[in-house]
C-alpha cells in the first residue's frame, strides 16, 4: 500500500507543479500610457523575462519592450478613505459606518518609460498589494534600474 502511494505521489507532484502558475506573470490592469487600443482599467498579465517585458490580454500580446530600451521604472500609490463604502453601511448601522469612514485604501502603481530608437512610451499599471514588490524587484533585476519613488517627487500645496 505504501509502495503504491509513493509511486502515485511521483507522478501526481510533478504533474501539479508543471500545471502551476509561472512565477514570472503578474495580474495587473492598465491605468494609462502610449498604448493605443487598450482602456483604462483592462486586466492585463505581465510577463518578465530576462531580454525582454510584455503584456499580454487574453492571448493576444499587447506590447514588447526589450529591457535595454527602459529608460526608467516609477512606483508610487494612491491612498483614499473608503467614504461611499462608509456610506453605505451607515446606512444599515451608522457605527459600523462610521468606523469605516476611518479606514484607508492603497493602490499601487508601476510606471515603465522605454525609448528603443525612435519608437518611444511609456505606460503605468496597477499592482496587486501583494505582487507590487515582486513586480519591482523583477523589473529592477532585468533592466538594470532602480525605482523612482514618484511620491517623494510630487510638489505639494
Same mark, same amino acid.
Given at each position: ?23 514570472? !506573470? ?7 500610457? !502610449? ?6 482599467? #483592462?486586466?492585463?498579465?505581465?510577463? /518578465? ?16 519592450? !526589450?529591457? %535595454?530600451?527602459? #529608460? ?14 462608509? /456610506?453605505?453601511?451607515?446606512?444599515? %448601522? ?57 511620491? #517623494? ?5
Amino acid at each position: 500500500m505504501k509502495g503504491i502511494l509513493a509511486i502515485l505521489l511521483c507522478i501526481v507532484m510533478p504533474v501539479a507543479i508543471l500545471a502551476a502558475d509561472n512565477s514570472d !506573470s503578474y495580474k495587473v490592469a492598465y491605468d494609462g500610457g !502610449s498604448i493605443s487600443g487598450i482602456k483604462t482599467g #483592462t486586466g492585463l498579465r505581465l510577463f /518578465i523575462f530576462s531580454d525582454q517585458i510584455q503584456l499580454v490580454k487574453g492571448k493576444m500580446e499587447v506590447v514588447n519592450i !526589450s529591457t %535595454s530600451a527602459v #529608460t526608467e521604472i516609477s512606483y508610487g500609490q494612491d491612498v483614499h478613505r473608503r467614504i461611499g463604502t462608509a /456610506i453605505g453601511l451607515a446606512v444599515v %448601522s451608522f457605527g459600523v459606518g462610521a468606523l469605516m469612514a476611518l479606514s484607508k485604501s492603497k493602490k499601487h502603481y508601476v510606471g515603465l518609460t522605454w525609448a528603443d530608437g525612435d519608437a518611444k512610451g511609456g505606460l503605468v499599471i496597477q499592482c496587486d498589494k501583494n505582487e507590487y514588490r515582486g513586480v519591482l524587484a523583477g523589473l529592477e533585476g532585468v533592466t538594470g534600474k532602480k525605482a523612482v519613488d514618484s511620491d #517623494t517627487l510630487t510638489v505639494k500645496n
